[in-house]
């Protein structure tokens, strides 16, 4: 472009805007300057919560129930994070984000019973449907597989492997997984590597990716093995061991209950109660380590206080400014921490037909698109709903298709588990949390080899008068909705005995 060609663009920029300032009465252009160059509002609290998900309203309901003030920064026009509700019409919801809930996961449930927000039994009645290179294997979870598809092919290799991998896990602290005795040793491979390492039929190997795309967002080259047996060690509580079993399975495992209303329910009822405490579109920019406190300067308002919870991802935690700057340490970490890659693709019809068909709405398949699919319809079963997990590569080989191509392509593979019905939806929605900017991906961080074991103690250590918070954070059910308020309930603990 020519020196000409930006003068013109100037000189009609500025007689346009000559023009709308001569047009607006001298009081609105003054208000509207003034709103222009207006600083932040100021505000004082005893504490401040960066980021209104599950972990940081948990933290700010704790401390007002302590009789402390705070003020919540949530830099969405939403409260919730990873927690969203997708409208159906006439009442009804499906989950957009986190969806669901499990034995031992307590904090989570026992949270939504405070609230008034009680579960149901994800539906789970008739058979689970397994394809893998061309192969159909239907089966109830109530076998001794659960879960997992009872194939012959690959039984010998997935009963080898969950034992050694429960084996490993228990040794593993769930509070400080780098001091296992074996860290070096596990932080130092894959779970690819150990698989390939520990198993024998290439049916077995195809399978596992079934498990981390879903479970991590992620394929199982990309994890650490150290990072995976913690996983399972935290798919527990201090009375329980975690069990691979408890992470994967729906009977019985993390994936059992719904909440009514949808998981936003729980989110919206703490929003509620924190009123006015809770400030949106009100990204944290800068959080300053000052004498006697802390201040929080965000697009809407600069806050004041003693403490400071930051309760968002730990890959967006890393791009707000601090001063004084972060240790090393800190930083390292939360620059080798990527979130998950995980799509949702939901397929809503007039009634969930797969159920008529003697199917739980559960399908399983290394092939296409979809790794995992479940039933979310509402407790009556109108509208039906069936979403599919598209996780790891398969959700960047996904992104790359037009909409109109991912909808056949989930449609198509919804299709090769319960019939061609499945073709006919009445609605399709996604929801991909990579594309989100105060989430960058689901459902939770990821480890890579050395990363733990080298900056993993970081992940909760306070700085000064900054803690953390977040299912990353968590030292059970990490990555869940559980470990999410258990974040919050422990960093809210720390700042109020500061």
Not at 363 to 378: C, K, N, Q, Y
Not at 443 to 464: D, K
Request: charged fraction near 25%; charge should be positive.
């Amino acid at each position: 472009m020519t020196d000409s060609g930006l003068t013109r663009r100037r000189l009609v920029g500025a007689a346009l805007a000559t023009g709308a300032a001569a047009a607006l009465p001298p009081a609105a252009e003054a208000a509207k300057q003034r709103r222009r160059t207006a600083p932040p509002r100021r505000r004082r609290a005893d504490f401040v919560v960066v980021g209104a998900g599950l972990a940081g309203l948990t933290a700010a309901r704790e401390i007002v129930r302590a009789g402390r003030s705070v003020i919540v920064l949530e830099a969405r026009n939403r409260t919730g994070g990873r927690v969203l509700n997708h409208g159906l019409g006439g009442g009804e919801i499906s989950e957009a984000g986190g969806t669901f809930a499990g034995p031992t996961q307590d904090k989570i449930v026992g949270l939504g019973r405070d609230l008034g927000v009680g579960t149901f039994e994800t539906y789970n009645t008739g058979n689970n449907v397994y394809h893998s290179s061309g192969k159909r294997v239907e089966w109830s979870d109530t076998g001794p597989t659960g879960t997992a598809p009872p194939d012959p092919v690959i039984l010998p290799d997935l009963a080898q492997a969950v034992t050694q991998l429960n084996s490993m896990a228990a040794e593993v602290p769930v509070d400080a997984p780098w001091q296992a005795a074996r860290a070096p040793e596990w932080d130092g491979q894959t779970l690819e590597s150990w698989i390939n390492d520990n198993s024998i039929t290439e049916d077995f190997r195809r399978l596992v990716p079934m498990a981390t795309r879903p479970i991590f967002g992620a394929e199982p080259r990309e994890l650490s093995l150290l990072y995976v047996l913690y996983y399972i060690a935290a798919s527990g509580d201090e009375r329980h061991p975690g069990t691979f079993e408890r992470n994967f399975n729906t009977r019985d495992g993390a994936q059992q209950w719904r909440f009514h209303g949808g998981s936003s329910a729980i989110v919206d009822r703490m929003a509620r109660e924190l009123g006015r405490r809770v400030v949106l579109r009100a990204p944290a920019r800068r959080i300053e380590q000052v004498r006697g406190g802390v201040r929080v300067v965000s697009d809407r308002v600069t806050v004041n206080a003693k403490r400071v919870i930051v309760a968002v991802p730990p890959t967006v935690a890393g791009d707000v400014a601090y001063e004084p700057a972060m240790p090393r340490e800190r930083d390292e970490l939360t620059r080798r921490l990527p979130q998950g890659t995980l799509i949702k693709a939901a397929a809503v019809y007039p009634r969930p037909f797969w159920r008529e068909k003697g199917y739980t709405g559960q399908g399983l398949t290394p092939d296409g698109f979809v790794a995992a699919t479940f039933d979310d319809s509402p407790p009556d079963g109108s509208p039906g709903v069936v979403f599919g997990f598209v996780g790891g590569d398969k959700a960047r080989a996904f992104r790359r298709l037009a909409p109109a191509e991912r909808r056949a392509a989930v449609l198509g593979e919804f299709a090769t588990f319960w019939g061609d019905e499945a073709r006919q939806a009445s609605d399709y929605f996604e929801t991909d949390w990579t594309g989100a900017t105060w989430s960058r991906g689901c459902p939770v961080a990821i480890y890579a080899p050395g990363t733990m074991l080298s900056y993993g103690e970081q992940i909760r250590r306070p700085v000064g008068r900054i803690h953390w918070a977040g299912t990353e954070t968590s030292t059970y059910w990490n990555g869940y909705m559980d470990g999410a308020v258990r974040s919050g309930l422990r960093a809210a603990k720390e700042v109020l005995e500061a």
